[in-house]
């Protein structure tokens, strides 16, 4: 009788008030964090189709390169989740796409390698991501004098009229050599862009600008899209460009019906058990969310992670360097010693699939860079540099790829800013973030091919 009793009776709502202890465990210990909505971007998540159509045109466009040599799209490709699979990118000079790009060849080659990794370019349309670039060097001006309403490294040349502070990032790629404009002597945007020469008749976005009036399609696409700015060719400048690039950007790759955001619109079962785990772990225990808070897992802060330097640097230097390939991330913009190897905090979304990680790319694995987080100094010194993924160049290039971390001195300056503090968990609890970062995954990302262009405007080839 007595067990008849507990079997039916107790033990049914011993099972029942777990379950409910556990979901009040569940909400209590649950962040509470907004589903993300229309409203969190910018134009509502609606920007005109016109203007959406031309951004993509031009991200495609290597029209917009000094050389008309590599576009937007080189180094953030669909085919490589809108970056480019590699620690660092290879500029302009490189051939081919992805993780088969080259270096180049004879006096085509590159001439650096671009110091930063490719980051991807998803969910950036929110309004929430107030800095551009791991070292916030684009952001809001406060300050209501301000011509354009921005801060960038272009201080007072920046002109008035661009739409965000993802519309102010495309104004820079095409003005640095590595990147998109070339070397001097190769061309006119090379050369004023190695003269600082960025505004006005001459400089770099009106050298720009004048390509794109010779070509008839993009000129009846701006009419179309800037009907009150743009009458003649002559108008079309490359503010307008910036703004449509914005816009595909935001729009296209806008990326927010991941497991974790259907769980956020109260679907409890949309992520797996063991993801649920790690989201618990994540916004808990684990301490993930110091700094990886919020709907997009970032507080937009800077913070020192004791991140592996792999590559050229910033040409930043410790005491007793001269090379220059220390990077001080966010003191490069402050001048604040104590914000030195401070970066952003990067979104999580779609992580799963836009290895490599970290400011330079030295992790492959989404699994190597969780564990960085939960020990960064121990990683940072045992770093496996067989996982960079950098295309040779077969010069003296390839001789500064591990510099820092070769030099235990510079190792421990990086070390000795971090912090993470060390985090002791079990593999089982590891495996669980791991699948909570998977989570993030929207399957609409999974394949991007459709936002490939057939052909552009200028006709240039747009699959290499
Ligand atoms: C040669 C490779 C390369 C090309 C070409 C390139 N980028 Fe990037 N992009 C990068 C790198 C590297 C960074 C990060 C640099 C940093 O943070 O200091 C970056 C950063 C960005 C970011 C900021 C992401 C963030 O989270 O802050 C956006 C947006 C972006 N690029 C868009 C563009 C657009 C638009 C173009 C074309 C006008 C372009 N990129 C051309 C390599 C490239
Ligand atoms: C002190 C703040 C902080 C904490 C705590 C933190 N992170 Fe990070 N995380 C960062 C910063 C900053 C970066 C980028 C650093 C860089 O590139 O140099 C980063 C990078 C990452 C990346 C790579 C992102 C990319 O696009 O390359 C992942 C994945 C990540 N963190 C996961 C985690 C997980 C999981 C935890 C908890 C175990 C965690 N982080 C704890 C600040 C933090």
Redesign the pocket.
């Known amino acids: 009788m007595k067990s008849r009793l507990i079997k039916k009776i107790i033990l049914p709502l011993v099972t029942i008030s777990a379950v409910l202890a556990s979901s009040v465990v569940l909400a209590a210990r649950y962040p509470g964090i907004p589903a993300v909505t229309d409203a969190d971007f910018y134009d509502d998540g609606v920007p005109s189709d016109e203007k959406v159509e031309l951004g993509k045109q031009?991200?495609f466009d290597k029209i917009?390169?000094g050389n008309l040599n590599?576009?937007?799209?080189?180094?953030?490709h669909p085919m490589a989740w809108s970056g480019?699979g590699l620690s660092?990118?290879?500029?302009?000079g490189?051939r081919g796409l992805g993780i088969t790009r080259d270096t180049g060849v004879g006096v085509d080659a590159i001439h650096e390698r671009?110091?930063?990794?490719?980051?991807?370019?998803f969910n950036?349309g929110a309004r929430e991501?107030i800095?551009?670039?791991?070292?916030?060097?684009?952001t809001i001006d406060p300050d209501p004098e301000s011509i354009s309403g921005f801060i960038s490294p272009a201080g007072n040349q920046l002109p008035a009229g661009l739409d965000n502070v993802?519309a102010v990032?495309?104004?820079?790629?095409?003005t640095?050599g590595?990147?998109?404009a070339g070397q001097a002597g190769e061309n006119d945007q090379a050369d004023a862009a190695a003269a600082n020469i960025l505004a006005g008749p001459g400089g770099v976005w009106d050298l720009i600008a004048q390509k794109l009036q010779e070509i008839p399609a993009y000129v009846e696409m701006f009419k179309q899209v800037y009907p009150n700015e743009v009458f003649i060719a002559e108008d079309i400048t490359y503010v307008q460009a910036?703004n449509a690039?914005?816009a595909f950007?935001a729009r296209d790759w806008r990326f927010d019906n991941s497991p974790f955001d259907q769980y956020l619109r109260g679907n409890r079962r949309a992520m797996s058990v063991n993801a649920t785990k790690g989201m618990l772990l994540f916004y808990g225990r684990a301490g993930c969310s110091d700094c990886h808070s919020g709907a997009f897992q970032t507080d937009q802060q800077f913070h020192a992670v004791a991140m592996p330097q792999i590559g050229p640097g910033?040409g930043d230097n410790l005491p007793g360097y001269s090379d220059g390939h220390d990077d001080f991330g966010r003191e490069q913009v402050t001048g604040d010693a104590n914000d030195r190897y401070k970066?952003?905090t990067?979104?999580l979304r779609n992580i799963a699939l836009t290895a490599p990680y970290g400011?330079a790319g030295a992790y492959n694995t989404l699994e190597a860079m969780v564990r960085h987080q939960l020990d960064s100094v121990e990683s940072l010194h045992n770093y496996d540099q067989s996982q960079a993924v950098l295309p040779a160049t077969g010069t003296a290039l390839d001789d500064i790829d591990f510099i820092v971390m070769n030099d235990a001195v510079r190792r421990d300056a990086i070390a000795a800013a971090t912090e993470l503090d060390r985090i002791s968990l079990k593999n089982r609890d590891v495996d669980a973030l791991v699948a909570f970062l998977h989570a993030l995954t929207d399957l609409n990302a999974v394949d991007l091919r459709r936002d490939v262009p057939a052909t552009v405007p200028s006709g240039l080839p747009v699959w290499d």
């Open positions: 031009l991200f917009l390169s590599d576009s937007c799209a080189t180094c953030h480019d660092l990118p290879v500029g302009e490189g671009v110091p930063r990794n490719a980051p991807p370019v950036l991501f800095h551009m670039f791991d070292d916030g060097r684009v993802l990032q495309a104004m820079f790629p095409v640095s590595a990147e998109m910036a690039i914005a950007e910033k970066f952003r990067p979104t400011h």
